[in-house]
T-cell receptor, first 114, second 114 residues
Framework: DGGITQSPKYLFRKEGQNVTLSCEQN?????MYWYRQDPGQGLRLIYY???????QKGDIAEGYSVSREKKESFPLTVTSAQKNPTAFYLC?????????????FGQGTRLTVV | AQSVTQLGSHVSVSEGALVLLRCNYS??????LFWYVQYPNQGLQLLLK????ATLVKGINGFEAEFKKSETSFHLTKPSAHMSDAAEYFC????????????WGQGTRLPINP
């Protein structure tokens, strides 16, 4: 079955650590996105990529980094520069730009700083 | 810039009652409009979308929404709520002109009372 897989489902980070969240899709979609979700704030865009080897900052990119070396994969690194990383992170993909196409979401990764 | 307002962060209904979730947007140019649903600890799933054509849009699980240009609204309705409808619902609006990015509402949580 085609879909988006995020791993791990739960992740715990110590202060000062970098952690990487995985996102893999087998839908053959060009566009991929990372969102952060906090209670009562909806979804905020961190980074997006519309093609391999290219990505753009979203609204809250500070403290995060991404890569897009393969069409199927769009990992997100939460760096120690991100001061409040505890949140639910969602990866999405779409066949064309998200503003006109359906987004397919992964199950999310819940990151907690301990 | 485009903004999206969902009236009510929590809307509680009883099983069998009408579901009405409100969404208003700010753009003067008719945008593309989406409703997504998120079940607990899951990603988001598209319920329905409006791009052009008929203003009453039918989606999955018995939901529908009507685009009203004069009211800049895209309210989501379902005639009779089921327990399985308990979830969080997000309205999203995209700008066909300008940034062409998707703007999300803050979400409305819908518990269903037995």
């Amino acid at each position: 079955d085609g879909g988006i897989t995020q791993s791990p489902k739960y992740l715990f980070r110590k202060e000062g650590q970098n952690v990487t969240l995985s996102c893999e899709q087998n839908l053959n979609h060009d566009a991929m996105y990372w969102y952060r979700q906090d209670p009562g704030q909806g979804l905020r865009l961190i980074y997006y990529s519309q093609i391999v080897n290219d990505f753009q900052k979203g609204d809250i990119a500070e403290g995060y980094s991404v890569s897009r070396e393969k069409k199927e994969s769009f990992p997100l690194t939460v760096t120690s520069a991100q001061k409040n990383p505890t949140a639910f992170y969602l990866c999405a993909s779409s066949i064309e730009e998200l503003w006109k196409a359906e987004a397919f979401f992964g199950q999310g990764t819940r990151l907690t700083v301990v | 810039a485009q903004s999206v307002t969902q009236l009510g962060s929590h809307v509680s209904v009883s099983e069998g009652a009408l579901v009405l979730l409100r969404c208003n947007y700010s753009s003067s140019v008719p945008p593309y409009l989406f409703w997504y649903v998120q079940y607990p600890n899951q990603g988001l799933q598209l319920l329905l979308k409006y791009t052009t054509g008929a203003t009453l849009v039918k989606g999955i699980n018995g939901f529908e929404a009507e685009f009203k240009k004069s009211e800049t609204s895209f309210h989501l309705t379902k005639p009779s709520a089921h327990m399985s409808d308990a979830a969080e619902y997000f309205c999203a609006v995209s700008e066909i002109q300008g940034s062409q990015m998707l703007v999300w509402g803050q979400g409305t949580r819908l518990p269903i009372n037995p």
